[in-house]
């Protein structure tokens, strides 16, 4: 799917994008992974990523597939459907969103060891620990359980 147009809103923490197919959504800024004051959103040079400038310096690009599995349940479902464990599901997921690893054990106030074993399936995570994770990749818990 191509974008056709992405800007910020006012007040610069939230995006609002636009496809080709004509969805537009509207996204907060922290649920992308982009924190701090931001100054413009605009589409890249590739028609599949938004390009964000932040201030300070700094571009950085926002993937389609992150859009995606943030605003649509389908795409977050099938993204997921393969995934057997819970682990599988927050990789993909994480990945969909274009986030580091790192980035993501953070925004979950997690430490990255921890983080890494929950998704190789190795640590059985606690409700509240999926919780986090949940909210740092701006999805519902039960995108995680199934």
Same mark, same amino acid.
């Given at each position: 799917m191509d974008l056709a147009a992405a800007h910020l809103l006012p007040g610069g923490k939230a995006l609002e994008v636009r496809f080709r197919g004509g969805q537009s959504y509207r996204l907060e800024a922290a #649920?992308? =992974?982009?924190?701090?004051?931001?100054l413009l959103a605009t589409l890249g040079p590739d028609p599949r990523a938004v390009a964000v400038a932040r201030a300070g310096g700094g571009m950085v690009d926002v993937p389609v597939t992150a859009i995606l599995a943030l605003t649509e349940p389908a795409y977050r479902a099938a993204l997921t459907r393969k995934a057997?464990?819970?682990?599988?599901?927050?990789?993909?997921?994480?990945? #969909?969103? =274009?986030?580091?690893?790192?980035?993501v054990a953070e925004a979950a106030g997690m430490a990255r060891s921890n983080f890494a074993r929950l998704e190789a399936g190795t640590h059985e995570p606690r409700?509240?620990?999926l919780r986090r994770v949940a909210e740092a990749l701006g999805v519902p818990l039960d995108a995680l359980i199934g």
């Open positions: #649920a992308l =992974g982009l924190e701090g004051r931001l057997d464990t819970v682990g599988a599901r927050v990789r993909a997921l994480r990945q #969909a969103s =274009g986030r580091t690893a790192m980035a409700l509240s620990t």
